[in-house]
Nanobody, 115 residues
Framework: QVQLMESGGGSVQAGGSLRLSCTASRGSISVYTMAWYRQTPGNQRALVAKITPGSRITYTDSVKGRFTISRDNAKNTVYLQMNSLKPDDTAVYYC?????????WGQGTQVTVSS
């Protein structure tokens, strides 16, 4: 069973940057679609970005041009570079890996953007 551990969250002022990392253990991410989701209180988790094993990338509209997802299969890690952060980006960010009906989640990391 793949275990995912996120890091890199924190507090930043609007316009700042953060880079989230998600490292997998007990398995290789190379066959999985890797994704970042975020969740705010009272809301469902929403997709932020995903990257397939072939590096096809999808972003939700609100982060296009500001966020960049990437993967390093050799390091078993997926990244989310977040630039030009806005207060609306404040959320708990979760790493996800999926293969068909199988998926795993990390424990989440808090990102807080102040105005």
């Amino acid at each position: 069973q793949v275990q995912l551990m996120e890091s890199g969250g924190g507090s930043v002022q609007a316009g700042g940057s953060l880079r989230l990392s998600c490292t997998a253990s007990r398995g290789s991410i190379s066959v999985y679609t890797m994704a970042w989701y975020r969740q705010t209180p009272g809301n469902q988790r929403a997709l932020v970005a995903k990257i397939t094993p072939g590096s096809r990338i999808t972003y939700t509209d609100s982060v296009k041009g500001r966020f960049t997802i990437s993967r390093d299969n050799a390091k078993n890690t997926v990244y989310l570079q977040m630039n030009s952060l806005k207060p609306d980006d404040t959320a708990v960010y979760y790493c996800n890996c999926g293969f068909g009906a199988i998926e795993y989640w990390g424990q989440g990391t808090q990102v807080t953007v102040s105005s």
